[in-house]
């Protein structure tokens, strides 16, 4: 309509960010589509990087303030993280029904492949072939978990503390050698209370005397 300004969408102004908030509409079939995909193509531990950069980089269905609270609460919980992830996902997008949707297409297609990949292994994975594919397909899980490092830290460390928490974490799996559970009852509570809600700073007001000549 002639005389009606048009406000300029935010993308076009500055560009697409994975903590920019931006919601969008997804079908039950997109959900299912993009979970069977990551299914079948993705590589062991690493698979949640590559959900993150499916969900949150490439469709933006979630940005990275949506995304890190899920992913942190399934580290939490017990039973394989991406389970968790899916159905944190699929809840956050659609509801309890999403959540089924985005669990059952992620493990189904994987199932059937494993089960037919699993009759090749045992006939002829004895071979040189068998084993340099399996080398390949763990550095490729071990690259994954690595870029997940690198593409959400810098949303998730918010300070030099964060840091801190997670050298802990590492000297205490790793020289300590103590079970996950232990090392989240150590660090959980050090984390909550640092980032614990904060009543705003209130700002002084200016008491400074303009002198007009």
Request: glycine content about 10%; hydrophobic content about 50%.
């Amino acid at each position: 309509m002639p005389g009606k300004a048009r406000h300029p969408d935010p993308e076009e102004v500055a560009g697409f960010s994975p903590s920019t908030s931006l919601r969008v509409k997804v079908s039950l079939l997109e959900i299912a589509g993009l979970f069977c995909f990551i299914g079948l193509t993705s590589f062991g531990g690493g698979i949640t990087a590559y959900i993150r950069r499916m969900v949150v980089t490439q469709k933006r269905w979630l940005t990275d303030d949506e995304f890190m609270p899920g992913l942190g609460l399934v580290q939490l919980l017990p039973g394989a993280n991406v389970v968790g992830l899916s159905v944190y996902i699929g809840n956050h997008l659609k509801g309890p029904i999403g959540s089924v949707v985005a669990l059952g297409s992620l493990l189904v297609p994987p199932f059937v492949s494993t089960c037919a990949l699993g009759f090749l292994y045992f006939h002829a994975g004895h071979t040189a072939d068998a084993h340099a594919v399996l080398a390949g397909v763990t550095a490729a899980a071990c690259g994954l978990m690595a870029s997940m490092v690198f593409e959400a830290g810098g949303e998730a460390i918010k300070g030099a503390f964060d840091v801190v928490l997670i050298l802990i974490t590492f000297a205490l799996v790793r020289f300590a050698h103590l079970h996950v559970p232990y090392v989240i009852l150590i660090v959980a509570p050090l984390a909550i209370w640092w980032h614990r809600p904060r009543p705003p700073k209130l700002k002084a007001p200016d008491t400074g005397d303009s002198t007009v000549s």
